[in-house]
């Protein structure tokens, strides 16, 4: 077996390091049975690299290669054609020659061949780089074959290729190229067949795309395809396309462009029969390989080959249930303004916490609505509460039951009795309720922080699994969630009411400003006076202007400065009550404030720049003002209207209940974050003494285990190092992928829509959560740590949690992607009488930084300017 070139039957998946993923594809296709692949053989990567061992001067240029900014174009576009050229102009060594001359003796010298790249980092389960490399068509004769593999290899080096590997930190040097020589088959027809779905996910549909000729013409964009789509043994859709063109081979080498006669044009490129036959040979693939595929097929002669099977690398994962059952599962990161990617540890630690199952699938978490939605009373209080908090949720869950072939109708288990999901009993409008629950809590974990300090190994677990039990206790104590629930309800009666009495839409919002016991809001207005302590030290001010991102240690420069002692003490003293939160808090595994206390001073250094003293104190009162405005407005108003001493006493029960309950809203998780914060500390800790053991190589390993993982490791002393790297491999292919709000049990992603026919022409549609209309400059934000916010600016961004709270102080309006009626950034943007609007798709591509808009809090959608209503830029 020569180290340069190996058969197709020598290859199988497990050598993408020695024929790239291409061609270990290939391999592994060619040992199903019954599935055809011409034949052909792979030049391996061994070759690759003797040739670049031939041209030292190629590392220098690699260095500097990998040096470039993804953006620098011009850069890019000059240095990778010098190493092409340089690839291009190195002789093929003539044992390695020979080898390739042999292999293609096999397929018949004068064979036309396909020359395809096969880079070792392509076509692989979490990155397919489709199209990054070459391929070559219609190859005829040896010294044709050898000049097209050296253009294989100099392919690896196409701008395209190295900007995208740029783009995703793909060390230049560690993707080798392999290239793919393959016997010609000259179809009459040839496509794409996706094993499931890849719009909507549906892993019961098979979509088949297919044209005359040779499939490049539907690869590169010249010809639209036929689209079939097969749900077992039938074609349940199908769209045949005006077909202009296809190529075809041409006798003198490569391929040609060929008119369809207007007669074929609009003939399906294949018949039903050979459709279902396609996506059942799909099928068996897909089983083999594990995994939905994307295939490359061609109809020759009656029957069909394939060139080419790779996973398909943007489905969002099926939760596991393996009961073969149908579910419909809700995303918990939608609802907690969390959709980024989870490590294990925090994921298992959040299961553990949560009071209903939670089923985890591309490092985030899912609830199973199918059995709600199965009974149609449980089914009417699930959409009525889902709907009213996020309406692409309801909607999507309404698609659903109304096809009526998914979800099975079941009577109701309990007749006559109360409803799954009723409102809790009543309770009294009584301030002190909410004082209690909170001293309650915060007595709780004084006593998590004292009583965990003795226990460490297997005891330290013990400890922390018996405390989740006393976290759940408080977390889900029913006068809790009646305080909870009360202020909602009251929030929505308030809104009907007013609505229907005065024609007012969303007048609770302001009623909600400035209400007592929101800790979320108190943090942002807290970091308000954490700057009018620094603002009177230039000292300590320019200091922070000078302090790294990644500077931990700044705290204990401070007190050298004059009035650093007491800038160095407020901001301590603020952590101590907030430094617990963090952007993406319910993952335990995320750095916390008190962690990365740098993260804070873009926030302060703001603070000082754009605020007065005493800003955060007025921000309070003025809103407290406002809403005492709006109350007697209000009340004067109901007075006014038949029965209006009746109404009126109703409305201010009403907001009485808003006022006294609504600010709670924002304890739970507090609490919840607090106690996780104990525990990490404890838990690195336990890590640290593991490292110090040898049985941990870093520190952080412990986040890419589960908790009763990290149990069994504190236990025996033993960890699978495999399992962890394999671990941070997921996480970081996770992190590219875009959770659902509704998903099947299929894979289907369901889309919900606000169906709304009321918007003005080009208008963002979402959620009105926040009352108000406000214009201003976008602020296209993705990461709180680059926030760079002037006032009036508006806010836009995928989601809000309570770490997003500082910046609410300097924004005049927010926008998000994520959100519903009762979360984060909802709640907080009425506190702070900021005019919002949530739930808007794709907000963050449609709105470009520095664009003024106009946030519609009350109709709830956002406008772009017009250019002339633009800044000059």
């Known amino acids: 077996m020569s180290r340069y070139v190996l058969g197709f039957q020598e290859i199988d998946r497990r050598q993408v390091a020695v024929v790239g993923g291409k061609g270990a594809n290939l391999g592994e296709l060619s040992r199903i049975a019954d599935i055809r692949v011409p034949a052909g053989f792979c030049v391996t990567t061994d070759a690759f690299k003797r040739i670049m061992a031939e041209a030292p001067s190629i590392h220098d240029r690699l260095d500097r290669l990998a040096r470039l900014e993804p953006t620098d174009r011009e850069a890019i576009v000059a240095l990778s054609a010098e190493i092409r050229r340089t690839i291009d102009g190195i002789a093929i060594p003539d044992d390695l020659a020979a080898a390739i001359a042999r292999s293609l003796a096999r397929l018949g010298a004068q064979a036309a061949c396909a020359v395809r790249s096969s880079a070792t980092a392509e076509d692989l389960p979490t990155a397919s780089f489709a199209g990054q490399q070459d391929t070559y068509l219609n190859v005829v004769g040896p010294a044709a074959i050898l000049q ?42 040839s496509g794409i067949l996706f094993t499931a779905d890849p719009v909507t996910g549906d892993r019961k549909i098979a979509s088949v795309a297919a044209s005359f000729g040779l499939g490049e013409a539907l690869v590169s964009g010249l010809v639209n395809a036929d689209v079939y789509k097969v749900r077992g043994d039938e074609v349940v859709a199908r769209a045949v396309a005006a077909k202009q063109l296809a190529i075809y081979a041409s006798p003198a080498g490569g391929t040609r462009e060929q008119a369809i006669t207007p007669e074929r044009r609009e003939q399906p490129a294949l018949t039903d029969a050979q459709i279902v036959r396609l996506a059942q040979l799909g099928r068996r693939i897909e089983a083999h390989f594990g995994c939905p595929q994307d295939i490359e097929w061609c109809l020759v002669d009656g029957d069909f080959q394939f060139v080419q099977s790779r996973p398909i690398t943007t489905l969002f994962p099926i939760p596991a249930a393996g009961d073969g059952a149908n579910h419909v599962y809700i995303s918990v990161g939608h609802q907690q303004m969390m959709t980024d990617a989870m490590k294990p540890l925090g994921i298992s630690l959040w299961q553990l916490t949560a009071a209903r199952p939670m089923y985890e699938a591309g490092g985030r978490l899912f609830v199973d609505v199918a059995r709600q939605l199965a009974s149609p009373a449980s089914r009417a209080s699930l959409l009525a509460v889902l709907g009213k908090g996020d309406p692409l949720i309801g909607d999507a869950l309404q698609t659903l039951i109304d096809r009526d072939d998914f979800i099975p109708s079941h009577p109701d288990e309990t007749p006559g009795g109360p409803p799954a999901g009723a409102p809790p009993a009543p309770i009294e409008t009584d301030p002190a309720i909410v004082a209690e629950l909170i001293g309650r809590s915060q007595s709780s974990i004084a ?29 889900f104590d029913p006068q809790s969630h009646q305080v909870i629930m009360a202020a909602m309800e009251a929030f929505w009666q308030l809104n009907d009411h007013l609505e229907t009495w005065l024609g007012e839409t969303n007048a609770a919002d302001t009623l909600a400003q400035s209400v007592p016991h929101n800790v979320t809001s108190e943090m942002g207005l807290a ?52 430094g617990m939160r963090c952007v993406g808090e319910i993952d335990i595994t995320r750095p916390r404030w008190s962690e990365r206390p740098a993260t804070l001073v873009p926030l302060i250094l703001g603070n000082i720049a754009n605020f007065e003293p005493g800003a955060g104190q007025r921000r309070f009162e003025q809103g407290r003002q406002e809403a005492w405005q709006k109350e007697q407005d209000v009340l004067e108003r109901v007075r006014a209207l038949p029965d209006g001493e009746l109404k009126a006493e109703a409305v201010k029960r009403l907001i009485d209940r808003v006022r006294t309950f609504s600010g709670y809203r924002e304890y739970p ?22 490292m110090q053991a040898h049985v941990l190589r870093e520190q952080e390993d412990i986040f ?25 491999d997921a996480y970081s292919s996770y992190q590219a992928l875009t959770p659902p709000r509704v998903l099947t049990s299929d894979g289907e992603v369901i889309a919900g829509a606000y169906r709304r026919d009321d918007l003005p022409d080009g208008a963002l549609v979402g959620l009105p959560v926040s009352a108000g209309t406000v214009e201003g400059r976008a602020r296209v934000i993705l990461d709180l740590a680059e926030a760079d916010l002037a006032p009036g600016d508006i806010l836009v961004t995928t989601y809000t949690d309570p770490s997003w709270t500082p910046l609410f102080v300097a924004i005049t309006g927010l926008v998000t992607e994520v959100g519903g009626l009762m979360t984060h950034g909802a709640v907080i943007a009425r506190e702070y009488g900021l005019p919002a609007v949530v739930g808007v798709e794709q907000a963050t591509r449609l709105i470009r930084d520095g664009q003024r808009i106009r946030v519609h809090g009350t109709d709830g959608y956002v406008e772009i300017l017009p250019e002339s209503n633009q800044p000059d830029r």
């Open 148 to 189: 097209h593999v050296s253009r294989c290899w100099a392919s690896l080096f196409t701008e395209r290729a190295v900007t995208y590997r740029l783009r995703n930190g793909i060390d230049h040097r560690k993707v080798q190229m392999a290239v793919v020589v393959q016997r010609m088959v000259f179809p009459q027809a």
């Open 447 to 475: 006593a998590l922080q004292r009583d965990i300090r003795t226990k460490s190994g297997p005891a330290l677990l013990d400890f922390i699994l018996a405390d989740i039990q006393e976290l759940k206790r408080v977390l």
């Open 527 to 578: 970091l308000l006076d954490v700057a009018d302590a620094i603002r009177p030290h230039p000292d300590v001010v320019a200091f922070l202007q000078h302090v790294d991102i990644a500077d931990d240690g700044f705290l204990d420069a401070m007190p050298e400065l004059a009035g650093g002692r007491e800038a160095r003490d407020s901001i301590r003293a603020w952590l101590d009550t907030y």
């Open 669 to 690: 998780k507090y609490g919840i974050v607090s106690r996780y914060f104990v525990y990490k500390q404890a838990l690195l800790e336990e890590a640290e003494r593991l």
């Open 704 to 728: 890419f285990l589960t908790f009763q993982e990290l149990h069994d490791v504190v236990r025996t002393n033993h960890v699978d190092d495999q399992l962890i790297r394999q671990r941070k």
